[in-house]
């Protein structure tokens, strides 16, 4: 999966402008404004982030049922002022696009990850054929914050986040973390960006502490190979009796059959080597790989932590070691968000071969 590219050019801007800013270099957005463990503090009191997002807007009266053949999720009913987030899933059933859904009286707002909106735009024009569905693209800015959104943004379209909680037709394989988390993202027109007061924004750094601590996926744990299953996704993105759509049948066979090959976790990691963990470190059971880390964060009450995806067979019960790009060797303690048992919903019982039916001895005559 692409990593996030640059942020619109608008969000840019008004980042540029941002006293103490430090800036992401992929995204150009704030990294943090000073104090990254207190702007945890502040974004939950409702401070703004400014998120490195593409925003699509569907209009037209085939847009809800027709996204809704085409995705995960079950939206052809989805009312004025919901939220909802679907997948986009390739046939083998592996997350291709992340989507956070937003209705209004007139439109369909979509948003996703910087870098993805071309493509997504690009495979929603194909599949559209003869539907009276208009695609448009539009100049606006993101910004998420995990309070509630003051007075002069209360207008704005602005995406709720369901989770933890299950959606209807979801399923949640792992309990929540026990972390607090309150998420919006609001679509905001440039005007409105830029006439918030700088002192109401902090960077991202705080928001994925939040993220993390609170075990909900991202785009940041897909790769090439992930299905929703592994993420515990199917708590909130995908709909298990609706009719179908592409990748239905891995999501089905393997929530009622199988067992996802990998699954998340969320790690509590040793901070007295201060070696910073990040992206695409490995992470070890005893001495065997196990997989690796996807998002890594310091929290303001739990210290260093991390998501990593590994190997469902890793024993839920083990503590790991994450291996960084400089060698050293950090100590994580694991807590299960999606445990190995998940899966085999409804795996019928076993029964034994024709050939294999053990028949009562025959006496000799």
């Not at 699509?56 to 085409?70: A, K």
């Not at 004025?80 to 859904?101: D, K, N, Q, Y």
């Amino acid at each position: 999966m692409s990593a996030a590219m640059s942020a619109p050019e608008t969000a840019r801007r008004i980042a540029a402008a941002l006293p103490d800013a430090v800036l992401d270099e992929a995204t150009g957005l704030p990294l943090h404004v000073g104090n990254p463990i207190a702007e945890q503090r502040r974004l939950r009191a409702g401070s703004l982030v400014l998120l490195p997002r593409d925003v699509l807007r569907l209009s037209g009266p085939d847009t809800l049922p027709w996204l809704d053949s085409i995705t995960s999720q079950a939206i052809e009913q989805l009312a004025p002022g919901a939220s909802t987030e679907s997948l986009v899933l390739s046939p083998e059933g592996r997350i291709e696009h992340v989507m956070r859904l937003h209705q209004t009286t007139d439109a369909l707002w979509i948003v996703v990850d910087a870098g993805t909106g071309d493509a997504l735009e690009t495979w929603l024009t194909r599949m559209r054929f003869y539907k009276q569905v208009e695609i448009e693209r539009p100049e606006v800015v993101v910004v998420g914050t995990a309070g509630e959104p003051s007075a002069e943004l209360a207008g704005a379209p602005a995406w709720v986040d369901g989770w933890p909680e299950v959606a209807p037709g979801g399923v949640r394989y792992g309990e929540p973390t026990g972390e607090p988390w309150r998420w919006s993202e609001l679509i905001l027109t440039p005007a409105e960006a830029e006439g918030i007061a700088s002192d109401r924004f902090v960077g991202s750094m705080a928001a994925a502490a939040l993220r993390i601590a609170a075990g909900r996926p991202s785009l940041a744990e897909v790769d090439e190979r992930t299905i929703p299953h592994e993420l515990d996704w199917l708590t909130t993105a995908v709909h298990l009796a609706k009719g179908c759509y592409r990748g239905q049948e891995t999501v089905a066979k393997v929530h009622n059959l199988g067992a996802p090959p990998r699954r998340v976790v969320l790690l509590h990691l040793d901070g007295s080597e201060n070696a910073p963990v990040a992206h695409g470190d490995e992470v070890l059971a005893g001495e065997k790989p196990a997989g690796a880390v996807t998002s890594a964060a310091i929290h303001d009450e739990l210290g260093p932590i991390a998501l990593a995806v590994v190997k469902r067979s890793t024993p839920a019960d083990e503590d790991l070691v994450v291996r960084t790009a400089d060698g050293t060797a950090v100590a994580a303690g694991q807590q299960v968000l999606v445990p190995p048992t998940a899966g085999h919903a409804n795996r019928p019982p076993r029964l034994p071969r024709v050939g294999a039916v053990k028949r009562p001895a025959v006496p000799p005559a």
